[in-house]
């Protein structure tokens, strides 16, 4: 794995610079919208079978992760 300082120092050579930034990052920056409960608050389940939104209930759970592993 590259330290950051090596990682900037290896992007210099390209014209774009791209970060990819975990959930952890998303949920400090906007817990409001990004905790599994909240995301889960705006899914649209319309255009899925009944089963898919009932996954979520039988797994007691609102972690999209959880049920997409099972």
């Known amino acids: 794995m590259l330290k950051f300082e090596q990682a900037i120092d290896d992007a210099r050579k390209y014209n774009k610079r791209h970060a990819l930034l975990g959930n952890g990052f998303s949920i ?4 409001d919208i990004f905790v599994y409960g909240k995301l889960f608050e705006r ?10 939104r009932l996954a979520f209930d ?7 992760e959880k049920v997409i592993k099972v």
């Open 28 to 31: 400090s920056c906007r817990p």
């Open 43 to 52: 899914a649209d389940f319309s255009k899925l079978s009944e089963s898919a």
């Open 58 to 64: 039988a797994l007691g759970t609102q972690d999209f």
